[in-house]
Nanobody
């Protein structure tokens, strides 16, 4: 079993940056894949970025790749999402996801991009 705790969300102005953190309850290297998803009001949850235990990364699209970076710190069992050049359309609840035979979700952290 894996518990995931997200942090780092908040209110940011357009063009600003945030770094989200996802702390896992066990070694992230024992988890096949971890990722960040987001769900905006009235929309379906969608993939933002993911990283495998081997370090391979995947992003929703090239635009996301140009602004967001997923990374990890094995010593802290934490996965990060660095978000730059934020836009109002990035406003959503961001969820951490872990896939290790079973899929686990964190409770989410709200990111609001607004002036």
């Amino acid at each position: 079993q894996v518990q995931l705790v997200e942090s780092g969300g908040g209110l940011v102005q357009p063009g600003g940056s945030l770094r989200l953190s996802c702390a896992a309850s066990r070694s992230i290297f024992s988890i096949y894949k971890m990722g960040w998803y987001r769900q905006a009001p009235g929309k379906q949850r969608e993939l933002v970025a993911s990283i495998t235990s081997g370090g391979s990364t995947n992003y929703a699209d090239s635009v996301t790749r140009s602004r967001f970076t997923i990374s990890r710190d094995g010593a802290k069992n934490t996965v990060y999402l660095q978000m730059n050049s934020l836009k109002p359309d990035d406003t959503a609840v961001y969820y951490c996801n872990a896939q290790s035979g079973i899929t686990y979700w964190g409770r989410g952290t709200l990111v609001t991009v607004s002036s």
